[in-house]
């Protein structure tokens, strides 16, 4: 008996040898490589910031490189900002306002912008810069040679990876990902078998070591901007690993030990606590109590629950392109190679990011969303006011993603009492206004140069919350949130706006003064080179805009009936739009004046068309045909932001061929290898851009319709899309293939529904649990008009009239 149980013991040990030995079933976070997932991959570490990859939090981000034998992980807290506030209205501006319109009204140019760049520019007329917080620095020491690379980031789990296998077969990764419920950045090593591991950890800025040693599992790095006059910061890191060693290498934590390992950090800032410091490390102790598993399941679900209410598939895209590194896709692409399914990606990718620099309760997404490695960063990384910030939102609701816009109302909330005192004492005017770009600490006077008096940032930003309200039907929204902003920026432009002279253009109407198209300049009669002016297009059609969009909301919400009633006034008064007589383009400037670049970036003055719905290819062709000439004047050209808002463009005057056009130029001359929109250098605009053009593209809801497939070019034959969202409280989801189109749509707060079918398949079929809503058979109405039910889903079939019998 005695020898039958040791020959059981015997054959346990060996199985619980052999169990030991054998490789690891994969890692947790193998969900980060799934095969419908869509996914960024590359055979090498990145050379540069360039060819990193992003994660996020909205708060906490970082670039990885993935290097094996030293890896380096830029960080960035979106809070972290050079500068500070102050005081910087002109004492001159308000008294030279006056003088400066007459002498734009007299022509006198040179005179009111020599006067104005004396009395009216902030003081000092520049803002500091968005700063980096550190580099983590990793250096691995037993890592030698090593093959079968891959680095990837999956978009729908958020988490990055870099695997390669050892010579002795075994097979490493390294996962990184921001966690948004625990606000800490997680850097896990693990093995598909046990392994030893060691390596180095610091923290750097600015080329020098920062990081303060503190035990044997963590590391401390705190200062402060501008010499130690500004934002205070600190970042807080932890180790977490399994037996094995730590020691002290001054600045420095280097750790022996097996796999699995896992690195915690995570930062705070003076913006908004008292004390970072103790802030980052209360947030670093409660994450460093979980488990690693329990950690990354949380930051998956939560990314997930954003990530996955929208996806696409267009067309077909064989498994070879898809089983390519990303770089190679790219470079086929540029070579004129079709790839829908990297179209696709870049669509998600916009998505990806927004989640990553703009959550509830933090900053809204900047020029370069939150990821940054400069100290001086290109236009300090600030928030533009004159297209860029704005195009950050404008894939926010119509991609799903509503609650991503926060970040914005909460930052305009913060404007708006800067806002209201440069208005009142550099304008005289009552409301709030906010010029060409802002800060962190509420900067609103004019900036830069003379081009920088341009009071129509806050009227403009006015738009976002309307929006966000016409996607949501949420009237305590637009009572508690919305009003206030729209209102004031209202206020302001009633008070500004002034009577055109007689020998004007537009004599007795109401224009603005001063004027600019935004960074453009024109010539002048004498041959000078002018930029200031009166009424520019772009202003009028802000404008329209906010006024329109206010008298809706004073109606919905039955209040303020007087102040409705002067809105209603000056918009009947307001300077209609110019066509030009020489060229037939719709003009930039209130004269037919001559552009110094035609092909400048700007396209200002297509704002009506889009983000506005004053010009629309039904209700204005004649302003849409101008506008038509007016975007083949500019040209395909540009920067990334510029060829995303054309897509926008094009898409809205439902040339579906040009759009595609724009977003191919996109990708094949303004796309970083990482995907990021190269201005150059750097600017997360035209990602957010593109992606908000794909959508407008495939579905459009801003003239009081829904449009399906508006904009559909020849390229896309077939696909699919879910989860997109149209104004009314609806969210649709579309398959096409040749002439038959299947459309759900939800509606989530009941009303009216009007939906327009494609033309190249005008016949309708709409159902409702089964049941006929309506049958329309094309006799020149594409449109079916019913009312829905809330939490109610409706089928739509659209085919051609061939197939009505199908």
């Not at 994450?287 to 954003?306: G, M, N, P, Q, T």
């Not at 899309?721 to 509606?747: C, M, P, Q």
């Not at 329309?776 to 079916?784: E, F, L, V």
Request: hydrophobic share 40%; proline share 6%; glycine share 8%.
């Amino acid at each position: 008996m005695s020898a039958v149980r040791a020959l059981v013991y015997l054959i346990i040990i060996i199985l619980w040898t052999a169990c030991a030995a054998a490789p690891r079933p994969h890692l947790p976070d193998s969900r980060a490589w799934t095969a419908d997932d869509p996914v960024l991959w590359y055979s090498r570490p990145a050379a540069n910031w360039n060819e990193a990859l992003p994660v996020g939090n909205g708060t906490l981000g970082a670039m990885v490189f993935g290097g094996v034998g030293e890896e380096t992980i830029q960080i960035n807290d979106h809070e972290l900002w050079a500068g500070g506030p102050m005081d910087r209205i002109n004492p001159k501006g308000r008294e030279s306002l006056p003088e400066i319109r007459k002498l734009i009204f007299e022509g006198k140019t040179d005179e009111a912008t020599k006067l104005a760049g004396e009395t009216m520019m902030g003081m000092p007329p520049t803002i500091e810069s968005y700063e980096p917080l550190c580099d983590l620095k990793l250096k691995m020491h037993n890592e030698g040679k090593y093959n079968d690379y891959r680095r990837g980031l999956n978009l729908a789990t958020g988490v990055c990876k870099t695997e390669w296998t050892r010579e002795d077969g075994t097979r490493m990764t390294r996962s990184v990902f921001v966690s948004h419920p625990d606000n800490v950045l997680i850097l896990h090593i693990d093995s598909d078998r046990p392994a030893e591991i060691a390596f180095t950890a610091a923290m750097m800025r600015n080329g020098d070591v920062v990081s303060r040693y503190e035990s044997l599992n963590n590391l401390i790095m705190g200062g402060s901007c501008n010499n130690g006059a500004g934002m205070h910061y600190c970042g807080a890191m932890h180790a977490n690993y399994p037996g094995g060693s730590g020691d002290s290498h001054g600045r420095a934590l280097t750790i022996g030990t097996n796999t699995p390992a896992t690195i915690l950090f995570t930062s705070a800032t003076s913006l908004r606590v008292s004390n970072p410091e103790a802030a980052a490390r209360d947030r670093l102790r409660q994450a460093s109590l979980k488990d690693y598993e329990v950690v990354l399941a949380a930051h998956i679900a939560d990314h997930r629950a954003l990530f996955d209410r929208v996806s696409l598939q267009i067309g077909e895209t064989s498994d070879y392109i898809k089983s390519l590194p990303t770089d190679e896709r790219l470079k086929r692409y540029q070579q004129g190679m079709e790839d829908p399914g990297l179209e696709a990606l870049l669509f998600q990718y916009g998505r990806y990011l927004l989640i990553g620099s703009s959550r509830p309760g933090g900053l809204p997404a900047n020029l370069q969303g939150l990821w940054c490695e400069n100290f001086q960063a290109p236009w300090n990384a600030d928030y533009h006011l004159n297209i860029n910030l704005q195009m950050n939102y404008w894939p926010a609701e119509t991609c799903n993603l509503a609650e991503l816009h926060e970040p914005l109302f909460d930052f305009m909330d913060r404007l708006q009492p800067h806002g209201e005192e440069v208005a009142a004492r550099l304008y005289g005017a009552r409301g709030w206004v906010a010029h060409h770009l802002t800060d962190v600490w509420g900067f609103a006077v004019p900036a830069d140069g003379i081009w920088g008096v341009w009071p129509m940032g806050a009227a403009w930003l006015a738009q976002h919350p309307w929006e966000h309200y016409a996607f949501s039907k949420n009237n305590d929204f637009l009572a508690r949130r919305a009003w206030p902003l729209m209102k004031g920026a209202c206020e302001f432009m009633l008070d500004y706006l002034i009577e055109a002279p007689p020998g004007s253009p537009v004599a007795g109407k109401l224009v603005t003064n001063p004027s600019h198209s935004p960074e453009n300049a024109f010539k002048l009669a004498n041959g000078n080179i002018g930029s200031f002016t009166y009424a520019a297009t772009m202003d009028l059609e802000i404008i329209h805009d906010i006024f329109t969009n206010t008298i809706e909301a004073s109606k919905i919400l039955n209040i303020e009936p007087e102040f409705r009633a002067r809105l209603v006034s000056a918009l009947a008064r307001l300077a209609p739009l110019q066509i030009s007589k020489k060229t037939g383009a719709l003009q930039e400037w209130v004269e037919d004046y001559e552009e110094t670049d035609p092909q400048h970036r700007h396209v200002s003055h297509m704002f009506g068309l889009h983000p506005g719905r004053e010009i629309t290819p039904r209700g204005t062709p004649e302003l849409a045909a101008a506008l038509r000439k007016t975007l083949e004047r500019r040209g395909d050209g540009g920067t990334g932001w510029s060829k995303a808002w054309k897509i926008n463009a094009w898409a809205r005057l439902h040339d579906g061929d040009h759009a595609y056009k724009m977003l191919s130029e996109l990708l094949k001359h303004s796309i970083l290898t990482n995907l990021f929109d190269n201005h150059p250098p750097f600017q997360i605009d035209g990602n957010f851009g593109a992606t908000a053009g794909i959508a407008e593209m495939l579905l459009q809801s801003h003239a009081g319709e829904i449009e399906l497939l508006p904009a559909l070019p020849a390229a896309w034959k077939s696909g699919r899309v879910r989860g997109l969202r149209a104004r009314g409280g609806f969210t649709v989801d579309l398959e096409w293939k040749e002439n038959y189109i299947k459309a759900i749509v939800h509606s989530g707060s009941g009303g009216k529904l009007r939906v327009r079918a494609p033309q190249a398949a005008p016949s309708m079929i709409i159902k409702c649990d089964g049941e006929e809503v309506v049958r329309s058979r094309y006799d020149g109405n594409d449109t079916a008009e019913f009312e829905t039910m809330a939490e109610q889903s409706y089928e739509i079939v659209c085919f051609s009239v061939s197939n009505w019998n199908h």
